[in-house]
């Protein structure tokens, strides 16, 4: 080693153990979630007026609509999947997936519309104040991410 490398690294040092410290912090303070995206904020709006207005026909058939719902359940599949693959979203991919799976959700819904062949208007209401309770709270959560 020279004998100018030697001297500022004695004379120096102290230095190192703050700066390393700072480095630590600064690399600590990156975001535990992911940030705000637009495009899942405008389809979840879209999905949430889309999946109301489907399960107020539930007054009707359930095969009457059987394209529409097979459509939605395709947008919600694309946006789950979206959702999964941007980093650090586990929170919204969770709530995405109680959202398509969840008994007191979509799937749920479909599976009692389906076995009675038609819901009344008081179940349908009930329904979609439950969906839009879950999509609100996605949407709430989307909405505070950081910008």
Known sequence: MLRIQ???????????KP???LLLIISSCSPLIASYNE???RELTSLKVETNALIGKATN??????????????????LHEYIKGLPKNAETTKMMDIMINGDGRWEGIKKVWKSSGKLSK????EFQAEI????????????????
Do not use: C, W
């Open 19 to 21: 700066l390393l410290l």
């Open 39 to 41: 495009h899942v904020y």
């Open 6 to 16: 030697k001297h500022y690294l004695r004379n120096y040092s102290f230095l190192l």
């Open 122 to 125: 008081a179940a349908t209401g």
């Open 132 to 147: 839009a309770e879950g999509f609100n709270d996605m949407l709430q959560l989307e909405s505070r991410k950081i910008k």
């Open 61 to 78: 058939d359930y095969t009457n609509p059987e394209t529409e719902i097979e459509q939605l359940d395709k947008d919600l599949q694309k």
